[in-house]
């Protein structure tokens, strides 16, 4: 314990010695206005208690034997509550640090994301994208080219926080980078794997599906990464079907190869495509079965796609009483005409 400023000492004693003959409101006042002059001088909690033992024994030298061993035991209870009180608020403000940080990080993921959802006369498309924690590992991409084709990709980053927050922002520019990819699904992921084998750490991967919509012939060609199918829904006979693909998550080996498929679509017909965080959506009874998101989607199969999103995301989030247990990203494509 540091000795106490003399200053401090002689100002504490005058205010106790003048408030032990008039309990008087300004001696009430000095106290508050000397309170301030602790904290300046940082005097800790059990500091102050020993100044205070001290002053009132300077001040009332035959106290009580038992008056002098409760002080003691004071004394003792004040230094234990003081360290506690200090390794607290030390823990307090690395805290706040640390979700200072995270706010930045998660601004910085939005800044990512794109900013609107493309309107197109033959497509209409619902976008929901939900972080379950402050920052998000999923992410999603749209891409319009002067060639009739709309590219869309989403990903999910195995690893959550600021890592992922830096993961995302590497692979929206390797995207941006490879224009001339965007209309061959297959080259775009292997040319992105090895952009991520080269430079995230070994115990981070990326699932992703990529997506290119020709608006001229509506045939949607696309390829996997490791990631969870979506579905495709065939409005003239009522059924979805998975849109299953093979293919190794972003960075684990360098060579990986990623096969291409295409699907005719028709009017009426959707692309579902999602993150694990809706198919793997936990409620008291356990996980939801894929089923069972289709037949939310088919609940809502007449709405606009924004709205059938929107509400597939408010029935699975009341299912988990409206606490996300992990990232959800559904996008919804649907041919108009």
């Not at 209409?124 to 009739?148: C, P, Q, R, T």
């Not at 829904?233 to 096969?259: C, I, M, N, P």
């Not at 809502?300 to 796609?305: H, M, V």
Request: hydrophobic content about 40%.
């Amino acid at each position: 314990m540091k000795k106490v400023d003399v200053s401090l000492h002689g100002m504490y004693k005058s205010i106790l010695e003048g408030y032990l003959l008039t309990s008087s409101e300004h001696s009430l006042y000095e106290a508050q206005k000397f309170s301030r002059e602790l904290i300046k001088e940082s005097l800790s909690p059990e500091e102050m208690v020993n100044l205070h033992v001290t002053v009132v024994q300077e001040l009332i030298p035959n106290l009580p034997n038992e008056v002098l061993v409760a002080n003691e035991l004071l004394l003792e209870v004040m230094v234990g509550y003081g360290l506690a009180y200090r390794e607290h608020q030390s823990l307090r403000d690395r805290q706040k640090q640390l979700d200072s940080e995270f706010a930045v990080a998660a601004e910085m993921q939005q800044e990512l994301l794109p900013k609107r959802v493309p309107i197109l006369e033959s497509l209409d498309i619902g976008m929901k994208s939900v972080a379950a924690s402050l920052v998000s590992g999923d992410y999603y991409h749209f891409n319009e080219d002067d060639e009739w084709h709309l590219g869309v990709a989403v990903a999910d980053i195995i690893g959550k926080g600021v890592p992922a927050a830096l993961c995302m922002s590497m692979i929206k520019y390797a995207m941006d980078s490879l224009p001339e990819q965007r209309l061959q699904p297959g080259a775009l992921l292997e040319n992105l794997n090895r952009v991520v084998e080269q430079n995230i750490s070994s115990n981070m991967f990326i699932t992703m599906i990529y997506g290119s919509y020709d608006l001229r012939n509506h045939i949607f060609h696309y390829s996997g990464a490791g990631h969870e199918p979506g579905f495709y829904y065939e409005a003239r006979s009522g059924q979805f079907v998975d849109l299953a693909t093979k293919g190794l998550v972003l960075g684990l080996t360098k060579k990986a190869k990623f096969h291409e498929y295409e699907k005719k679509i028709e009017v009426g017909d959707l692309l579902v495509l999602l993150s694990d965080g809706v198919t793997e959506c936990r409620t008291e009874n356990g996980f939801l079965e894929r089923i069972e998101v289709t037949k939310l989607i088919k609940k809502y199969i007449d709405l606009p796609a924004q709205e059938i999103v929107e509400n597939v995301y408010y029935d699975l989030e009341r299912l988990q009483n409206f606490e996300l247990k992990d990232d959800f990203t559904l996008m919804i494509i649907k041919r108009e005409v």
